[in-house]
């Protein structure tokens, strides 16, 4: 779950609030939700897809381990990054299986994977949520990141101030950011 203050927009700043430097990035795939979904199936889940976007969801890592849910490392202000574009189905494979997916940080490549070894599919994750609530038109949902985050690297990487953090998914594009300080 994230709280609207805790967005930002392709190129606009990532902040890294001051009361933390354990600032990470995680690069993720992102559906929009196109009409009202509840208990749907593996046959009919991608029916509920408007569009696939980027998601950059920057998380404070210290705060993410205070307590046993990491809401609160996932929602302080302008830490998740979203966009550029929304690009409809019809355009990429079923449940964007197959897709590249990297993050780079200054130019490095920090996660490199394939959106066909994500732990549940795009269906399966539709399947999952609606069986508990029901999604609505305009909801976004995240999938989840690959390996390579910087708290997992020894020694862990975070970002700081002017750095660029990008994330790439193939055939739905580029989401950019910059690093300021709060």
């Known amino acids: 779950m994230r709280g609207p203050s805790s967005m930002t927009a392709h190129l606009s700043p990532i902040v890294r609030p001051k009361v933390s430097d354990k600032l990470d990035y995680e690069a993720e795939l992102a559906f929009v939700v196109g009409k009202k979904a509840r208990h749907l199936t593996l046959d009919n889940a991608l029916d ?3 569009g696939y ?3 950059n969801d920057g998380s ?3 705060y993410q381990r205070k307590t046993t849910q990491w809401t609160i490392g996932k929602n302080f202000d302008q830490t998740g990054a979203f966009g550029p574009w929304l690009v409809t189905p019809d355009e990429l494979p079923p449940g964007c299986h197959g897709l590249n997916i990297q993050s780079r940080l200054n130019g490095q490549i920090m996660q490199n994977a ?5 732990l549940w599919g795009v269906a399966e994750t539709i399947v999952l949520i609606t069986e508990c609530m029901t999604l609505e038109p305009g909801d976004v949902v995240i999938t989840g990141t690959p390996a390579g985050v910087g708290y997992a690297r020894t020694p ?5 101030p002017g750095d660029i953090c990008e994330i790439e998914i ?3 594009g580029v989401l950019r950011n910059s690093i300021a300080d709060e």
């Open 48 to 50: 509920c897809v408007a």
């Open 53 to 55: 976007s980027i998601f």
């Open 60 to 62: 404070i890592r210290d």
């Open 114 to 118: 394939n959106t066909k070894d994500f």
């Open 156 to 160: 862990p990487v975070f970002m700081k």
């Open 170 to 172: 193939e055939s739905i």
